[in-house]
Nanobody, 118 residues
Framework: QVQLVESGGGLVQPGGSLRLSCAAS????????MGWYRQAPGKERELVASITDDGSTNYQDSVKGRFTISRDNAKNTYLQMNSLSPGDTAVYYCNRKISVFNKWYDYWGQGTQVTVSS
């Protein structure tokens, strides 16, 4: 079992920045992939960025050059979001996929609202 707690969302003006944090607890020792997803009203949840336990990163094309995913240990993952636009408004979810005996399991945080508006 893994528990994920996000923080850092809020209201920001276009062009501004926010940093989201995700703190993991529970089984943090298995191989993992951390991801940030977002879901805007009326749209499907989509992957924004991910980082593996060996540090490899992946980004959605629309956020490349603006968002940066990072981690400082097996517990904490961050999403630095710069040059935000109204199109980035969504609920952002932290996700952790862990591998146990070669089977992958998904865990989700509760989500944090990001609103970009003037």
């Amino acid at each position: 079992q893994v528990q994920l707690v996000e923080s850092g969302g809020g209201l920001v003006q276009p062009g501004g920045s926010l940093r989201l944090s995700c703190a993991a607890s529970g089984n943090i020792f298995s191989r993992y992939v951390m991801g940030w997803y977002r879901q805007a009203p009326g749209k499907e949840r989509e992957l924004v960025a991910s980082i593996t336990d060996d540090g490899s990163t992946n980004y959605q094309d629309s956020v490349k050059g603006r968002f940066t995913i990072s981690r400082d240990n097996a517990k904490n993952t961050y999403l630095q979001m710069n040059s935000l636009s109204p199109g980035d408004t969504a609920v952002y979810y932290c996700n952790r996929k862990i591998s146990v005996f070669n089977k992958w399991y998904d865990y989700w945080g509760q989500g944090t609202q990001v609103t970009v508006s003037s």
